[in-house]
């Protein structure tokens, strides 16, 4: 029989291309771009004084507020079962619509384009506003999880590490777009995450077919890593730059678009990887044509008895029946856990007191006398070191998990005794400190998330995995609300009204009620100093229960599930 003849030159581009679009390594670098556009949160710092002056507002309810966007971030349970349901562009559109109706409706309201909306309005946009990222994290992180299931601390890290870095690229696009203007970056981040998400909507989806891990994979997430460290190091070279000398329009522009220009540059490694599975492929096609290739039948576990399984009670399911960790669990099997339990308490104490210092930046920097384009520095100096914590996190955790055994709830437990020493800086502050702390803070809050989503997905298996990362994170927006609008808020107003009665004012004779000193922010960062400590100690529990399952190889199954036919003396994955 003759052979095909062989394709026309715009034929074979023309399918090289589709490859491209349609494989996992240009889908992570999609990803990439659409946590990039995730992180408007962190943003919060910049803006917050405009909320607060033009609405009026005293610094609790301007924490109120802010406990709200950290509620609505951190809530992704509904995202998380509806990834469990709904395909991964549902998600995407989701939340570019719910992204765009919040911020929106936030901008109108500082504005003044819409009437003074009540406090729990603003309460209510800004909760809409945050719980968008929460669609587009769970689609991306489940997606591209079960595309490379086994480099999951890796993964995490890179995906979570852009979204720390989005905070400092948004502040370089608004400082080129809109100047001085701190209103007009909640425009941007109304209209700008919701076009990146519908631009590469199709492209987020898992890749059937993936027989196991590529021999170079760790090689290729090393080069995205060196990518986005030339982007975070640029973007805090222009950060330095920018507070040292005045900018002129044009300056800021082409800042701004250097950045965008670096940002995509993980898009020419995706298509070299791209290329090259390409060409592979068509390689064991080639070997497989020529040779005789012997049946491989997989054996897979036997499946329980249903009729047995049936008879069980919940309880049984739930309490008695619980797979080895590791394994998939089932959702209540995971949330009434111990394990899980340890984990509430963990973000209770660690995201909480983050939480708490990312919303009220602005404020600590305006007490000490900071001018506002230092507060705005500190927000970009927080966004990068959280880019930092989150890879430094993902790869170096994931070295030593694999390399020394080291669990990776034993990070975790250093990460948040380092956090201790970012609130204890701002708690007794000196010269420049609060650049300490932010680093500091930044640092410790971005390393935390992809440590406990790794966790999670190891604990509990990858089968419910967008639904029980977002359930394992819900102790932040408690601990949020306790520590922030509880703690920190009133004690804040309490030294503001200490100002005031010590220069002989009431607080009817004041628009904005601001304190100014040292003391404002002394005790209530104490105490989040101490929460945090308590956290770390909470961990070294969790350290302890599963030192075990970290000793041995947590990915061994994913191995297993890959079957290796030998040809000639080369390998072809099946």
Not at 227 to 239: C, E, G, H, K
Not at 511 to 521: D, I, Q, S
């Amino acid at each position: 029989m003759n052979d095909p003849p062989p394709l026309s030159k715009p034929v074979q581009t023309f399918r090289s291309a589709v490859h491209v679009i349609h494989g996992r390594w240009f889908s992570l670098f999609a990803s990439f771009i659409i946590m990039s556009a995730a992180g408007a949160t962190f943003l919060f710092g910049i803006y917050s004084k405009d909320i607060k002056t033009t609405l009026r507002y005293d610094q609790t309810t301007l924490n109120l507020i802010g406990f709200f966007k950290d509620i609505g971030s951190s809530i992704g349970v509904p995202a998380g079962l509806l990834a469990e349901v709904a395909p991964t562009w549902c998600l995407l559109l989701i939340g570019a619509a719910v992204n765009f109706t919040g911020y929106f409706m936030i901008w109108l309201a500082v504005t003044r384009r819409i009437p003074e909306p009540r406090v729990w309005h603003m309460c209510a946009y800004m909760c809409i506003a945050a719980n968008a990222q929460n669609f587009e994290n769970t689609g991306v992180l489940v997606t591209t999880l079960r595309n490379f299931p086994e480099n999951r601390g890796v993964v995490l890290g890179l995906l979570k590490g852009f979204t720390g870095l989005s905070g400092a690229i948004f502040a370089q696009i608004y400082a080129a777009v809109y100047g001085d203007d701190s209103k007009g970056v909640v425009l941007l981040i109304a209209w700008l995450p919701a076009a990146v998400s519908v631009v590469f909507v199709y492209t987020i989806r898992e890749i059937k077919g993936v027989k196991g891990k590529e021999s170079n994979e760790i090689k290729v997430f090393y080069q995205f890593l060196y990518a986005s460290i030339v982007l975070a190091l640029f973007i805090m070279a222009m950060t330095i730059a920018q507070k040292m000398v005045a900018f002129s329009p044009a300056a800021y522009a082409g800042s701004c678009s250097a950045v965008c220009v670096l940002l995509f540059a993980p898009l020419f490694i995706s298509i070299k990887q791209e290329l090259a599975v390409l060409k592979e492929t068509n390689c064991q096609e080639a070997i497989v044509k020529g040779s005789e290739v012997a049946t491989i039948e997989v054996n897979h576990d036997q499946e329980p008895e249903s009729e047995l399984k049936s008879r069980r009670s919940c309880y049984e399911k739930v309490f008695m029946s619980k797979p080895e960790r590791g394994q998939d669990y089932s959702i209540p099997q995971a949330l009434l856990s111990v394990d899980m339990a340890i984990l509430y308490v963990v973000t209770f104490c660690g995201l909480g007191a983050s939480f708490t210092a990312v919303d009220n930046l602005g404020q600590i920097g305006e007490s000490l006398g900071y001018p506002r384009k230092s507060i705005s520095t500190f927000v970009s100096l927080l966004s990068i070191w959280n880019y930092f914590g989150r890879i430094f996190s993902g790869f170096v955790s994931e070295h030593l998990l694999t390399k020394y055994k080291f669990p990776r709830p034993l990070m975790l437990t250093l990460v948040l005794f380092l956090s201790c020493i970012g609130h204890i800086l701002i708690a007794f502050p000196f010269s420049g400190s609060v650049y300490i702390a932010s680093i500091i803070i930044g640092f410790s809050f971005g390393a935390q998330l992809p440590l406990l989503f790794a966790i999670v997905s190891e604990l509990f298996g990858l089968k419910h995995f967008g639904t029980l990362f977002n359930c394992a994170q819900l102790g932040g927006p408690v601990g949020s609300y306790i520590l922030n609008v509880r703690v920190t808020g009133p004690m804040y107003d309490r030294e503001a009204m200490k100002v005031l009665v010590r220069s002989g004012l009431d607080r009817s004779s004041v628009k904005e009620l601001v304190c100014m000193g040292k003391e404002c922010y002394r005790w209530s960062f104490m105490m989040l100093g101490g929460v945090c400590c308590f956290g770390a100690l909470a961990t070294l529990v969790l350290v302890a229960r599963t030192r075990g399952f970290y000793n041995r190889d947590i990915y061994s199954k994913f191995q297993r599930q890959r079957g290796v036919v030998k040809i000639d003396d080369s390998q072809l994955v099946l």
